[in-house]
């Protein structure tokens, strides 16, 4: 069985800083996927970035990066300096080969980007 | 293009009506789901489609019953739902099962009354 563990269900930080959601998952699978997604009020869900269990550079986009450390199966995400626009709901998710076509997601972390 | 289209964006329906969602995408993605989402939750997997396939059903009650018509649409028809079913529905694609990114619509918010 595969899960994903977000801690923390809510999220303050000062515009302009960096935050770190934390992230971690458990799964007997050796190849598999993680990724993080952003959810604003308005409902769409936005995918942020990836990273790959056989990567060994950890995944950046932009002010996106994810602080991958397999040994202790967590995939933090990184956003560096905060906007307002980033306040939202985060999930991390997880995929396998082994469930090809499903995501385990989080409870996920509601980030709030204070001016 | 990479969007995916969810119409209509809110929908009010009552418990003996029947209904269809309808969700569009034209990236050439070869695999297509439906998901329910409550408030301040994750994402439930409902439905996946997989070159025009059912591939995934997760033990969904059949009041909801998906279509598949081409590879650019999916539909979520819906019929006698109870008001526990108001929630946020989510269609997504990805280039096949096994592809790492996939989008997802905006979304319909469903009200049952």
Not at chain 1, 8 to 27: H, I, N, R, S
Not at chain 1, 72 to 97: E, P, T, W
Not at chain 2, 71 to 92: I, R
Request: with cysteine.
């Amino acid at each position: 069985a595969q899960k994903i563990t977000q801690t923390q269900p809510g999220m303050f930080v000062q515009e302009k800083e960096a935050v770190t959601l934390d992230c971690t998952y458990d799964t007997s699978d050796q190849s598999y996927g993680l990724f993080w997604y952003k959810q604003p009020s308005s409902g769409e869900m936005i995918f942020l970035i990836y990273q790959g269990s056989y990567d060994e550079q950890n995944a950046t986009e932009g002010r996106y990066s994810l602080n991958f450390q397999k040994a202790r199966k967590s995939a933090n995400l990184v956003i560096s300096a905060s906007q307002l626009g980033d306040s939202a709901m985060y999930f991390c998710a997880m995929r396998s080969n082994t469930n090809a076509g499903k995501s385990t997601f989080g409870d996920g972390t509601t980030l709030t980007v204070k001016p | 293009d990479t969007e995916v289209t969810q119409t209509p964006k809110h929908l009010v329906m009552g418990m003996t009506n029947k209904k269809s969602l309808k969700c569009e995408q034209h990236m050439g993605h070869r695999a297509m789901y439906w998901y329910k989402q409550k408030a301040k939750k994750p994402p439930e997997l409902m439905f996946v489609y997989s070159y025009e396939k059912l591939s995934i059903n997760e033990s969904v009650p059949s009041r909801f019953s998906p279509e598949c018509p081409n590879s650019s649409l999916l539909n979520l028809h819906l019929h006698a739902l109870q008001p526990e079913d108001s929630a946020l529905y989510l269609c997504a694609s990805s280039l096949s099962l096994r592809d790492t990114e996939a989008f997802f619509g905006q979304g319909t918010r469903l009200t049952v009354v």
